[in-house]
């Protein structure tokens, strides 16, 4: 799990936006952008390409 004091301070780099885990908390998600992050290794990709949307 990510440090709370790392995740407050996290954006999304898209939008600047917060974001919050999943439900897996496996990923990071960005409510504004419909965006979640991925998290590899208890370290966040906050990369847009490598974002997955979750636009159905």
Excluded: F, T, W
């Amino acid at each position: 799990m990510i440090d709370k004091a790392l995740l407050d301070i996290l954006a999304c780099p898209k939008c600047k936006g917060d974001v919050h885990y999943n439900n897996d908390k496996n990923g990071l998600v960005c409510d504004a952008c419909q965006l979640e992050y991925p998290i590899r290794d208890d370290i966040p990709v906050m990369l847009v390409d490598e974002a997955k949307s979750l636009d159905n």
